[in-house]
């Protein structure tokens, strides 16, 4: 019970630390900033093996199966405590307030253009009707209710897809395939302008409606209010006014705003992507930390316990540094999908040859091959936030993040001890199964990768800072 709650506890929060991390980091740190998650993991892996060295020196295994082991639980109160202490202090990022107005925004203008189309009568509103005005968000703050005219705004109109899911300001996320286009695209909705529509059978009828722009903070909504005023004046002009406390909350009952379900309905090719971007790092990470230290104390190599611990402890140390160093190569500009890619292609070559070395290697020799597998996957584990993160709009990402990473850590992960021993059974060949399996998995990865640089091109970069940089 214990283990099944720490394990609901992590994959609900470490996917999410990781995407928050992201979004608060400066631009030009988004790599190594996001980097962190993995950091603290691998420190947090270090700190347990430690804790079982000490357990094992201070107590026999009688003692420890009666009352030992439940030293480090009690230990974890410490870092819970730390994490309540954070989380009570930790703002929500602008992005993600952002996006989540603008969804909200969308509902609302739906709810408008059908009650203003109903006070016209047998008259229709165009299904394109689209509205977002850069004022909304400053009458919030004042809690002033507005009426305004569509003729104070001349701004570009945000094209119409009302089942669409498209990003929203500042996020820069252009999606392929599934509802956006490119980058220019994605950053021309950051304008989130004023759109005026009048019904083109009659040219003496006019609606302007008044809906505002997201604001970069978080605003007051009145979550069980949704009123919307009509008023009609002697030229058959209308004008929808809202204030503060009329604004209309998404339902999420309805699902209009239940992220898992948006994710679902329009982000379903990029949790399937990242889940298989994944594939190598999941099944890795538990042959190189768990299954080949184990199998190292076995015939025929026979490495002392205290040895492969030291070992583990010392190489998870430099995978955490290796992984900075990572985050701020792509912050200083190196490809991350092709980082990414470039590592799971020597992956792919290295490792049945890795393997199958073992057995007759050295200590020595078996340690540096140790370390080799663990740093090349520290260069993955170091960018996969900054790179994977980008392939989500704000208001799904953590979900996105942590539904991708999650199945890929225990869908493949989790059967690859399964799927270790099924291999040795049937080739008897015990250090070539698992080399199988991470070849297979890398290979898996690399298709992933050129697909994932396909349909999301700003995953391979600093969105943010790229945008800058060809605006000046």
Known sequence: MLTCHGLFSLQGEFGSAMVYLHEIAPDDMQGMIGSLGFVSAMFGCMTGVLIVVIMEAIFNTSQMLVFGWRIPF???SVSASAAIALRMHMPEPDEFVQDRQTVIHRKLERIAS???SGGLGSRKFSSSFRIISNSFGRYLDTHESTSLKTSDY???TIPADKDADTDTAGTGVARRGVGS??????????SQQHVTNTHPTDNNSKTNLSVGRPHTKSLPYNHRD?????TNNQTDDITITLSATDLPAVPESRGEYVPVIRLLRHHTPAVLLQFLFEAWVSVGFWV???WLPLQMQKAPLRMPQILTQAMLIVNLALMGGIQLASGWLSDKGVPRIWLCFGVFTVATGISCPVLLALPTASFAGAW???TLLMMIMACVLGVIPATLSCIYPPTVRATGFNLGHNMAMSWLGGVSPTIVTALVAATGKTFLAPGVLLTVSAGISMLAALVLAWYAPQANGNIK???KQASS
């Open 74 to 76: 009690l230990l974890s």
């Open 181 to 190: 286009q490119d980058l220019e695209q994605g950053t021309a909705l950051a």
């Open 288 to 290: 190189i930390t768990t």
């Open 114 to 116: 059908r009650r203003s």
């Open 368 to 370: 540096l091959l140790h």
């Open 226 to 230: 949704d009123n919307v005023t009509k």
């Open 154 to 156: 001349n701004a570009p």
């Open 465 to 467: 800072r790229d945008a």
